[in-house]
């Protein structure tokens, strides 16, 4: 199956697509192509990485019920 795909460029792109058809011998479409399926292989790579959650670990103690105690919230905002 192919899908027509129209993009405007600016100045500097257009200039990057022209001069990587000519320094590759590829047609402007296989440059685009190739460049889109580096992308998304780096994207993916970056999405296996496990995200870290901020802060976690980083506590000792504390109130064991501050999410549900309703006493901890009498004073917020004064």
Do not use: C
Request: proline share 4%; aromatic share 4%.
């Amino acid at each position: 199956m192919k899908t027509t795909v129209q993009a405007r460029l600016d100045e500097e792109s257009q200039a990057a697509l022209k001069q990587l058809t000519r320094q590759l011998g590829w047609s402007p479409s296989r440059v685009v192509r190739e460049g889109l399926l580096l992308m998304a292989k780096q994207q993916g790579a970056h999405a296996k990485r496990k995200r870290k959650i901020v802060g976690l670990g980083q506590f000792a103690g504390g109130p064991p019920d501050l999410a549900t105690n309703k006493k901890y919230l009498d004073d917020l905002g004064r």
